[in-house]
């Protein structure tokens, strides 16, 4: 648990206060997934009209599909200090959901390695949203991109983890 104003132990910082990419060399190879969530929340129209294939840019699930599963494999070139991993699994799954109104994204990834996949989870999860955002956003200014967070990750020295329901 971590107090308040009180400094922590942040790995990516050395003694001196300099950032550095963390040394995983004598880390184990392990298998190691991570799950990620967001939303894009929606007029009701917007999503009908994705539901209904009216959306002027087209395959607009897909599209965003696609971008968070080639996003989750750059992630070490958007994120400074994270390592390049060899993904062995990356999946995004867009569900339209209308009572809120939007769409569910999640987004997962797995690897064997030193070193553990959330960022790619979260990376994947973020573009996809931010995807469906850029092909919609003619018919729709008011979407919002929220809930992105980490539901679960597997694996490592830290174990297994996963999130609290929402209330």
């Not at 971590?2 to 995983?24: C, F, I, S, Y």
Request: proline share 8%; charged share 25%.
């Amino acid at each position: 648990m971590t107090t308040p104003g009180k400094p922590q132990n942040l790995t990516h910082l050395d003694p001196e206060g300099r950032a550095r990419m963390v040394d995983v060399s004598a880390k184990p190879d392990t298998l190691r997934t991570a799950v990620a969530e967001g939303w894009l929340e929606c007029d009701a129209g917007t999503l009908a009209m994705v539901v209904e294939g009216r959306a002027p840019k087209g395959a607009v699930i897909t599209t965003a599909e696609l971008a968070g599963i080639m996003a989750s494999k750059r992630t070490a070139d958007l994120i400074p200090l994270c390592h390049p991993l060899p993904l062995a699994k990356a999946s995004v799954v867009i569900t339209p959901d209308p009572d809120r109104p939007g769409f569910h994204i999640r987004a997962e990834t797995r690897t064997t390695g030193p070193t553990g996949v959330e960022m790619e989870a979260l990376t994947a999860a973020s573009v996809a949203a931010l995807t469906l955002y850029d092909m919609l956003k003619a018919a729709d200014r008011g979407m919002r991109v929220t809930g992105l967070r980490l539901l679960e990750k597997t694996g490592g020295r830290s174990g297994d983890w996963r999130a609290e329901a929402p209330e």
